[in-house]
């Protein structure tokens, strides 16, 4: 979890030194570390974080990361409710590189002017369909079955063609 606090900050401002997931023993390393947060900075109660996260000044979200990070450093079993949702929220929230990048709404909207979009296609296609010339008369079956009689006279493909012998294919026949 803490680990993912430190992946989930905004680019804090670089540390002299680099504890909790980089050394073993953190504790020694901690204490003669130089706090980042001047004394200006008033703490931010853990209860309902999820609330005010979006208000909070860069230098309070740091305070409350440190915070996190001195509370989950307790047995997990002690923290309070407040504390866990405050953890999850800081870590894992839709806030930074997870703020959702649609709004609610734009289901909708997207929807409305996909199927807008579909129907002016519909409409352009009708409309070339409407003014194109008729089919070559030589897509008509009959011309197609006129080139099935006439394969047969010239004896085209008598291998494994309509000519040969036993063939039970349409030949030149593609129209229903």
């Not at 296609?121 to 099935?148: D, H, M, Q, V, Y």
Request: aromatic share 8%.
């Amino acid at each position: 979890m803490q680990a993912a606090l430190r992946l989930a900050r905004h680019r804090a401002p670089a540390r002299a030194v680099r504890c909790l997931a980089t050394t073993a023993h953190s504790s020694s390393i901690a204490s003669t570390a130089v706090p980042l947060t001047s004394s200006k900075v008033t703490p931010v109660p853990l209860s309902n974080v999820e609330a005010q996260w979006s208000k909070l000044s860069a230098e309070e979200k740091l305070s409350v990361q440190e915070q996190l990070e001195e509370v989950q450093k307790k047995d997990w079993t002690i923290l309070s409710l407040d504390e866990k949702k405050a953890a999850y929220y800081v870590a894992f929230g839709p806030h930074g590189p997870r703020t959702p990048v649609s709004q609610p709404g734009d289901a909708l909207k997207i929807f409305f002017w996909t199927m807008t979009l579909v129907a002016v296609g519909g409409g352009l296609f009708a409309t070339a369909r409407a003014f194109a010339p008729p089919p070559p008369k030589t897509i008509t079956k009959e011309w197609e079955e006129a080139s099935n009689v006439r394969a047969l006279e010239m004896k085209l493909n008598p291998i494994t063609g309509i000519s040969s012998e036993g063939y039970s294919g349409k030949g030149y026949v593609t129209q229903k």
